[in-house]
């Protein structure tokens, strides 16, 4: 007993400012520990207001800075990309929409990209990630190849290949699609372009990795996706944009046309690979 009545002896020193408390005889220190335990609730009281208040000012600075904290709090997160990987999947490449990078030239030869695999697919413009073992591709033994594009919070599109045999363009085949998330983009539907070459013309039009269903000039023009790497001079509507690349994808469970520009511009571009 007297051990407690020493130790708030002690604490009352520091938190009350009391210094005689400690020469007190113990048949007075129960009336100082209820004033001490007084004193106490006191200042916790005065401490939880304070933190209230510190907590109202960091607030108040986050909205005078542009509400950036918060807006990344309570928005949607960005989607993670050890979370897309699951069931064997490993992203290789991604390319990033508006950065002035061609992805075409990203993916084939690696021209301008990082190697340094992104965390998440918060929006950016940063360099095309590519994973150097896509110049080793047919050493890997890939079984299959999801090609998708994103906004920073969800999947928009994808198709999925088997892509064994394949080299590093010619997985991208019609007559290798396995499902997509398109119900009129299968393999034994017809198509005027499906490749990763697209429709190139030196010097002039540039649509890479493009599934596209036909041509009836400009506003006739419908498909699936499109990597819109340029604005060609004399070109179509739906090849203008404010920057390059674009990831063009239609908004519907099926094709449309592009002219209609009711298309979907995603963030991001990426290539999956499984080998199991």
Known sequence: MYKLEIFWC?????????????????????YMEEKLLEKMTEI?????IALGKLDKMEETKNRQRGGVS???????????????????????????????????????TGVGTCVDKPISMARSY???????????WAN????YVKYAYYDSTQEVAYVIFNASGSDMNSWFDKTRVISSSYSDLTAVNNFNHFSILGDFRSGALERRFLINRSYGGCD??????????????????????????????SKINSVDYWGRRMFGRADYMAIFIKTN
């Open 140 to 143: 890997i033994g890939i079984k």
């Open 220 to 249: 006739g023009d419908y498909g699936h996706l499109v990597v819109s790497e340029n604005e060609p001079p004399n070109t179509c509507n739906w090849d203008k944009h404010p920057t390059y690349p674009q990831f063009l994808y």
């Open 10 to 30: 002690y604490i009352s020193m520091i938190l009350a400012g009391v210094k005689h408390v400690c020469s007190e005889e113990p048949y007075v220190s129960r």
């Open 70 to 108: 918060s807006l990344l709090t309570s928005g949607p997160r960005a989607l993670l990309v050890k979370n897309l990987e699951d069931d064997g999947w490993e992203m290789i490449f991604r390319a990033t929409s508006g950065n002035g990078q061609n992805a075409y030239e990203a993916w084939t």
């Open 126 to 136: 940063a360099s095309h990630y590519r994973n150097g073992i896509i110049s080793n």
């Open 44 to 48: 916790d009281i005065k401490m939880q």
